[in-house]
């Protein structure tokens, strides 16, 4: 069994969208994916895709767009790729801009609603 050594815990969430967009757009389009979130912490959130999101794209911080299925709360959180898998999952580190608030409200409808 492997022990766990992040430095915060993570919570899975359940019937949890989200829409990522990447910022700023590449010069011809906007790219807006859609996927679901499996797990999160303090620190980053992983996400499933729909789809691949496209590899010619430049390092950029991305918008993650969450509307919480209980309450309606939308939450907008800025990240940073940092992890990918050929299943679509993305593992997103949390940007320092990021609004604390609106995360610490994502975790707590999350850990009440799980």
């Known amino acids: 069994m492997q022990v766990d050594k992040r430095e915060y815990p993570r919570f899975t969430s359940s019937d949890l969208n989200a829409v990522i967009t990447i910022s700023p757009p590449p010069p011809d389009e906007l790219i807006s994916l859609e996927g679901i979130v499996l797990d999160m912490s303090h620190k ?66 999350c850990v009440k609603v799980h």
């Open 44 to 109: 980053g959130i992983k996400i499933k895709l729909h789809s691949a999101m496209p590899h010619d794209i430049p390092t950029s911080k991305i918008l993650i767009n969450i509307v919480m299925p209980k309450s309606g709360l939308q939450v907008k959180i800025h990240g940073i790729i940092r992890h990918m898998n050929d299943k679509y999952e993305y593992g997103i580190n949390y940007h320092k801009d990021h609004d604390k608030d609106e995360l610490e409200n994502l975790l707590f409808e």
